[in-house]
């Protein structure tokens, strides 16, 4: 079964600063499409970023961006120009061939003013 | 477009008693995944559902069940429930083609069994 790990339980980072969240997956699929999920204190989760693993070019959606690294079964988050409105608990998740997802077990970002 | 409705948002439960978790999804979304979330174990997948069949199961007892009608919608049902099903219940719902197939979740139902 697909596993993904995030090592991260927690992390800070300063405003405007930038931060970079972890995660590696295991999987023995060569197709299959990884997430950043984003959860708010209180409010519904929402789709950061994704990454086709047939693509090579990195992902980047604004000020979010991955370093997806295939071989290395490696896919960070880093999120430039840090915002309060950052902090969340945040989660990689990987979806392959089938239709299910397989989420990490999330980190929680604090964003100091 | 509505997003993803569950209700209720909120319910306490003593243990042994059921409960029913409601999802609306998206308007033409047929999948209709659930996962069980709480600190330090992340998402749990439970169960999806694809046009009214069930087409993923998690590892979860039998006391955890569900279903899809017609209309997409669905109802997770929990039986006999227990101390350690406090959690906040994800619904997410997605076109459910084979592919990228993004997600989109619901605000959540948050069960306390006391």
């Known amino acids: 079964a697909q596993t993904v790990t995030q090592s991260q339980p927690e992390m800070s980072v300063q405003e405007a600063e930038t931060v970079t969240l972890s995660c590696t997956y295991d999987?023995?699929?060569?197709?299959?499409?990884l997430f950043w999920y984003k959860q708010p204190p209180s409010r519904q989760m929402i789709l950061v970023i994704r990454q086709e693993a047939y693509k090579q070019q990195n992902a980047t959606e604004n000020r979010f961006s991955v370093n997806f690294q295939k071989a290395a079964k490696s896919f960070s988050l880093k999120i430039s120009d840090s915002q309060l409105g950052d902090a969340a608990m945040y989660f990689c998740?990987?979806?392959?061939?089938?239709?299910?997802?397989?989420f990490g077990t999330g980190t929680s970002l604090t964003v100091i003013p | 477009k509505a997003g993803v409705t569950q209700t209720p948002r909120y319910l306490i439960k003593t243990r042994g008693q059921q409960v029913t978790l409601s999802c609306s999804p998206i308007s033409g979304h047929r999948s209709v995944s659930w996962y069980q979330q709480t600190p330090g174990q992340g998402l749990q997948f439970l169960f999806e559902y694809f046009s009214e069949t069930q087409r993923n199961k998690g590892n979860f007892p039998g006391r955890f069940s569900g279903r899809q009608f017609s209309n997409s919608r669905s109802e997770m049902n929990v039986s006999t429930l227990e101390l350690g099903d406090s959690a906040l219940y994800l619904c997410?719902?997605?076109?459910?083609?084979?592919?990228?197939?993004?997600?989109?979740f619901g605000e959540g139902s948050r069960l306390t069994v006391l």
């Open positions: 997410a719902s997605s076109y459910g083609q084979v592919g990228t197939g993004e997600l989109f």
């Open positions: 998740a990987y979806k392959g061939t089938g239709n299910q997802f397989y």
């Open positions: 999987t023995s699929e060569s197709d299959y499409y």
